[in-house]
Nanobody, 118 residues
Framework: QVQLVQSGGGLVQAGGSLRLSCAAS????????ANWFRQAPEKERELVAQ????????YYADSVKGRFTISRDNTKKAVYLQMSSLKPEDTAVYYC???????????WGQGTQVTVSS
């Protein structure tokens, strides 16, 4: 069992940066893939970024590639999403997620609002 608590987010102007953090509690966080999803109003939840258990492999949605960076610190049981060059279309509720495989999304954070103004 993993509990995920998010922090960060808020309001930023287009072109700005934000960093989201996600702190995990429970055992063995380093055996879980970690993900960031987002859901904009009236849109489906989408996978934004994923990082492997050791941090050696990452995946990014095309829409954020080159602008967002996912990272993790297993010693702190934390995962981060650094967002740069933000666009209004990045406005959404962002969710931290963890799962035992790359396609399992078992545990969710509470969500945090990111709003990018033009």
């Amino acid at each position: 069992q993993v509990q995920l608590v998010q922090s960060g987010g808020g309001l930023v102007q287009a072109g700005g940066s934000l960093r989201l953090s996600c702190a995990a509690s429970g055992r063995d966080f380093d055996v879980y893939y970690a993900n960031w999803f987002r859901q904009a109003p009236e849109k489906e939840r989408e996978l934004v970024a994923q990082i492997s258990t050791s941090g050696g492999r990452t995946y990014y949605a095309d829409s954020v590639k080159g602008r967002f960076t996912i990272s993790r610190d297993n010693t702190k049981k934390a995962v981060y999403l650094q967002m740069s060059s933000l666009k209004p279309e990045d406005t959404a509720v962002y969710y931290c997620n963890a799962g035992p495989t790359a396609v399992a999304y078992d545990y969710w954070g509470q969500g945090t609002q990111v709003t990018v103004s033009s």
